[in-house]
Nanobody, 130 residues
Framework: QVRLVESGGGSVQAGDSLRLSCVAS????????MGWFRQAPGKNREGVAA????????SYADSVKGRFTISQDAAKNTVYLQMNNLKPEDTARYYC???????????????????????WGQGTQVTVSS
C-alpha cells in the first residue's frame, strides 16, 4: 500500500522560506514521476513542481520558477520542496503526488497535471502573510 506523508508547512511572513517533505512508504520515490501540487481556497489544485528520471529531470510552474526547488533523497525515500522568497499568493494546502511505477508518461506530457498521478498525500498547509 502506497502512503505519502507531507510535513514542513506553517505560517510565515512574505520573503521567508520553508522546506516541505514528502516521505513515501510502499513506493520508491525514484520509480516514476513525483510532484507537488497546491490548492488555495476557492481555487483548483495546480501543479507546482515535479521530478522524475531518478531526480535528473524537473519541471516547475511559471509562478514558482526561480523560487522553489524540488529534490529527492533516495536513501530516505523522500521528496522535498524548498520554497524561498514566499509570497502571500503561495498560501495554499500543498500535496505530494506519485505516479504508479507501471504508468507510462510520454516525453511531451506535462508532469504538472493531476491525471499523471495515482497516489496522493493528505497535504500540509502553508500560509504566507504580508
Amino acid at each position: 500500500q502506497v502512503r505519502l506523508v507531507e510535513s514542513g508547512g506553517g505560517s510565515v511572513q512574505a520573503g521567508d522560506s520553508l522546506r516541505l517533505s514528502c516521505v513515501a512508504s510502499g513506493y520508491t520515490t525514484s520509480t516514476n514521476s513525483m510532484g507537488w501540487f497546491r490548492q488555495a481556497p476557492g481555487k483548483n489544485r495546480e501543479g507546482v513542481a515535479a521530478i522524475w528520471s531518478g531526480g535528473g529531470r524537473t519541471s516547475y510552474a511559471d509562478s514558482v520558477k526561480g523560487r522553489f526547488t524540488i529534490s529527492q533523497d533516495a536513501a530516505k525515500n523522500t521528496v522535498y520542496l524548498q520554497m524561498n522568497n514566499l509570497k502571500p499568493e503561495d498560501t495554499a494546502r500543498y500535496y505530494c503526488a506519485a505516479a504508479d511505477q507501471a504508468r507510462y508518461i510520454g516525453l511531451l506530457m506535462s508532469r504538472l497535471i493531476e491525471s499523471v498521478y495515482d497516489y496522493w498525500g493528505q497535504g500540509t498547509q502553508v500560509t504566507v502573510s504580508s
